[in-house]
């Protein structure tokens, strides 16, 4: 079992920035990937940002440029930087560990933090 709690969300300004926090409940970033996605009110859950085991990033175009996924090993920690945030960045952010193993597939969510950009 892995437990994620995630952190760092608020109400800001358009334009403003937000980091968001990941904290893992052991070492798992050598054999999870790890993603942020988000879910505002009536619409799908959608991936934002990912990075792999082995550190390679990825993230959805709208946030391309804006957002930075990045992690900390010692710390079991994964973090998304959040700059020049737009009102439709407003959502519900969830942390996932993601990880396929012999065939059987893995995923822990954390609980979500609220982001709210608006003026």
């Known amino acids: 079992q892995v437990q994620l709690v995630e952190s760092g969300g608020g109400l800001v300004q358009p334009g403003g920035s937000l980091r968001l926090s990941c904290a893992a409940s052991?070492?798992?970033?050598?054999?999870?990937?790890m993603g942020w996605y988000r879910q505002a009110p009536g619409k799908q859950r959608e991936k934002v940002a990912t990075i792999t085991s082995s550190g390679r990033t990825n993230s959805t175009d709208s946030v391309k440029g804006r957002f930075t996924i990045s992690r900390d090993n010692a710390k079991n920690t994964v973090y998304l930087q959040m700059n020049s945030l737009k009102p439709e960045d407003t959502a519900v952010y969830y942390c996932?560990?993601?990880?396929?193993?012999?065939?059987?597939?893995?995923?822990?969510w954390g609980q979500g933090t609220q982001v709210t950009v608006s003026s």
């Open positions: 052991r070492n798992i970033f050598s054999i999870y990937a």
């Open positions: 996932n560990a993601h990880r396929t193993f012999l065939g059987s597939t893995y995923d822990y």
